[in-house]
């Protein structure tokens, strides 16, 4: 088997002794390295117990690949010693910004597509996997404005990453599917588009209607179950590529771990479901 | 344009800096006009409150969560994060109050902040093997007043000369009320994560001495004296005890007989 991870779920700190106790098959757990970063203490303990159980995957959320800066050298440098400590099997981050001029704005920014703009992610993510000593996979983000000046479309974007840097890509189709509804495109046409023999791994989703706007702007919130028309993509793009680690995000409103694991399950039967994977 | 003037841009208006009123150029008012923008603008606000909040808990049960929240919103357009570890943001959060007009009806919340604070490093701290009792009953009486004796990474100790602050916030801590009967005097703090989990206990104004000169290098002898001269009363062998038995002290790094 050349990858044994099946779906995985995001760790919460109010699951991890049920989490030590799973035995799914295929199952890993991804976190954001930031929650991580501390110079010992309790945290970095339960993250190496789980490891020791099972694969982990580290989602970065503030390295600040696209600000027009280097990434942090000091952060960089905690990451890779995380990196180093826990031995994850997959490592992401965001092709956004959120640190920016000593400043750091928890949230994954959006930028113009510029050839600028290429240029410099490109050498940030050249400049972290150096770092890491490995690939990471960068994700296609979620959009709520409409941006004039892009030089490039995003599927063609993120394949020039990838030919450039070596990274991954890490394919969140709730995103495609929130990004293409704000936008008014549509979500098949950026699957068609995307660069899938690059996916390293797959984001699920909730999502809400915006309060004050309702159905005109969805929101990323990832407080809720994957959407039906989410799955919908899913199976597509899963018949088409075979089996990517795949994961439940869920950040709000968590549920109690049997509900994840239930939703995780679906996941699951969609990646081994020998009759779905295209013919060789 | 150049990807650094739209990030100069964007970050004007999501976290303005305090005195800043340049009026945004156009491209940025066509972004700012978009009902999207207001994702980004609640998101980037809603990260840091929510992070002030979670980091200081005892503050938060003292005043609740409309009062923390716009005090939060206040201190984060002054001090925002400076990077992507929002567990440990607010270390300034504890002087912020303390000059804040509206907590001047609240003058010991300062002294609750900071022992927030304390938790907060106590819990992210480097681990350390903690001094054992055993280890120093073997060192010689002479070897003993010259061992420069050092605080464990994890230890914080905190006096506070003008409120109960420990008893205000390790009761707010473990969910019990307000208390008007509380005694109103000086208190010190000392927090310790023994194993896993911060543990914390009162500990006298000689123990945060002692611990102060401790951890400026002072022999053990000095640092004895100095907690001496803060309270002549002090029951030394007592706050030793206390000492290493909250886990407040690191073993050396190398045997020193």
Known sequence: MPHPLTAGLGLKPQHYDAALR?????????VHPENYLADGGPRLAWLEAI?????????????????????????????????????????????????????????????????????????????????????????NPTHYLQIDGHDWSETDFLAELVRRTGCGLLLDVNNVYLSAHNLGTRASDYLDAFPVQAITEIHLAGHHADPRLGDALLIDSHDAPVAEPVWALYERLIARTGPRPTLIERDDAIPPLPELLAERERAHSVLTNKEALPCA | MRLSD???????????????????????????????????????AKGCIDALQANYPAVHALVGTDWLRAAAHAF???????????????????AFLEGSGPAASMPYLGAVARLDRCWTEAHLAADAPTLQAAWLAQQAPEALALLRLQPHPAARWQ??????????????????????????????????????????????????????????????????????????????????????????????????N
């Open chain 2, 159 to 256: 006096w506070c000369a003008e409120h109960p602050a420990y008893q205000l916030w390790q009761r707010q801590r473990a969910g019990v009320s307000w208390d008007d009967q509380l005694p109103w005097q000086g208190e010190g703090a000392l927090l310790t994560r023994p194993q896993d989990a911060v543990q914390w206990s009162p500990l006298p104004r000689a123990g945060c001495a002692l611990l102060d000169a401790c951890a400026a290098g002072a022999t053990f002898e000095d640092a004895a004296a100095q907690a001496l001269q803060t309270d002549p009363g002090a029951d030394l062998p007592a706050l030793v005890a206390l000492l290493l038995h909250t886990g407040a002290l690191r073993a050396p790094e190398t045997p020193l």
């Open chain 1, 51 to 139: 490891r020791a159980r099972h694969p982990v995957s580290l989602h970065g959320v503030s390295l600040s690949l696209a600000a027009d800066a280097p990434p942090d050298a000091a952060h960089l440098q905690r990451l890779a010693q995380l990196v180093q400590r826990i031995e994850p099997a997959l490592v992401s981050e965001h092709p956004a910004w959120s640190a920016w001029r000593g400043r750091y704005h928890p949230d994954l920014l959006p930028f113009p597509r510029t050839h600028e703009a290429l240029a410099r992610i490109a050498s940030n993510i050249a400049r972290t996997q150096d770092l890491l000593q490995r690939p990471i996979a960068i994700e």
């Open chain 1, 22 to 30: 799973c035995t799914a098959s295929g199952l890993w757990w991804e």
């Open chain 2, 6 to 44: 739209f990030q100069d841009g964007l970050a004007s208006a999501l976290l303005p800096a305090p005195g800043a009123s340049t009026p945004p150029p156009a491209w940025l008012d066509a972004l700012l006009a978009q009902p999207g923008f207001a994702v980004y603008r609640n998101t980037v």
């Open chain 2, 76 to 94: 984060v357009h002054q001090h925002p994060p400076s990077d992507g570890r929002l567990m440990d943001y607010g270390a300034g959060f504890a």
